[in-house]
């Protein structure tokens, strides 16, 4: 496999029946692309119409544009980077969008808006692809929802920006999903209109999203100076500190656990055993009694689909 002119596209020479290449080539391409910052990341384009139709509104409102992305790990992200970078950061860094969105103004948000919609999103041939590819986003915005609502039990009333920390680090805490996604969607592309009738099936891309999505959100927090707190949640997805009970962290590990203890994944759990400790040992660490927990969890697929807007393909 080598590098595309210009570009770290996949390349391989097909043997025999142009089969695919092997998921542990895929996965250093994915690596190198990403230290590279050579990635192409589509926002959803619902999400991103609707954050441009609050542009419109005025006044300009930080809040309101911050709920109308919030959907999108890859574009909270991608704000979160732009605000804590130099030219914008006061030296305090922010933990979410809404804050990122008033440290930046409408004039930057606006560029941003415009920025994330210069790349298109690609769809796969392969149907069971796009459903998979859903499921990413369904379960970083599932996770969201539950560790706002647990942060909520643990701070109280008066803290919502503890809270929207909470989802923002329940967003992103598999970060490298997305990204994963979005880079074997591009490939997937570039290959078949190269002529290349071999690729992944679904369980291989979703082998490949769940095995190397962990190196890649480490290391793309780090490239983009994504906050402390909220890389800690992406770096260690069953791993509680007992020395800081009431760390965003912990908040987010347990809502993972839930999330996952409900199937709304892609794919199976990667470590079951580690999820069913993560499940028995946060309630403790938290104080929170099975009430809590079920109201966190209640009709949470729902909630998904309602806040994520009905996913649809693009055109």
């Known amino acids: 496999m080598t590098r595309g002119a210009g570009a770290n596209a996949l390349h ?20 190198k692309r990403v230290a590279d910052d050579d990635l192409a990341l ?21 809040a309101n544009f911050a709920k109308a992305m919030e959907a999108d790990p890859i574009m909270v992200a991608r704000l979160l ?25 409408a004039r930057i948000v606006r560029i941003f808006v415009d920025d994330s919609g210069s790349h298109k999103m690609i769809v796969s041939r392969d149907p069971l692809i796009n459903r998979a590819r859903q499921q990413v986003w369904e379960h970083c915005v599932a996770v969201a929802l539950v560790a706002r609502d647990l942060a909520g039990f643990v701070f109280g009333l008066g803290h919502d920006e503890v809270a929207q920390a909470a989802y923002t680090g ?25 002529g290349v009738n071999g690729w992944l099936d679904v369980s291989q891309w979703v082998e490949e999203v769940r095995g190397s999505h962990s190196s890649v959100g480490r ?36 809502a993972n656990a839930l999330v996952e203890n409900m199937g709304i994944d892609v794919g199976e759990p990667q470590d079951a055993n580690a999820m069913e400790l993560a499940l028995l040992e946060g309630p403790k660490l938290l104080g929170f009694p099975q009430a809590n927990i079920e109201w966190a969890s209640r009709d949470l697929r729902t909630r ?12």
């Open 170 to 194: 329940g967003l992103l805490h598999d970060l490298g999903k997305p990204v994963v996604a979005a880079l074997l969607l591009d490939s997937e592309q570039r290959l078949l209109s190269s």
């Open 81 to 105: 980077r732009r605000a804590n970078s130099a030219p914008y950061s006061d030296g305090t860094a922010v933990h979410t969008s809404t804050a990122a969105s008033a440290r930046l103004g």
């Open 12 to 31: 391989w020479s097909p043997v025999g029946d142009g089969s695919a290449p092997p998921v542990r080539e895929i996965s250093s391409v994915v690596l």
């Open 304 to 315: 998904v689909a309602v806040h994520m807007g009905n996913w649809r393909d693009p055109l």
């Open 219 to 254: 290391l793309l927090a780090a490239k983009w100076g994504i906050p402390t707190p909220i890389r800690q949640c992406i770096a260690e997805p069953y791993s509680y500190d007992p020395w800081k009970p009431y760390s965003l962290n912990n908040v987010v590990t347990l």
């Open 42 to 62: 589509p926002a959803l384009p619902w999400v991103l119409a609707a954050a441009a139709a609050e542009l419109s509104e005025s006044p300009f409102s930080p």
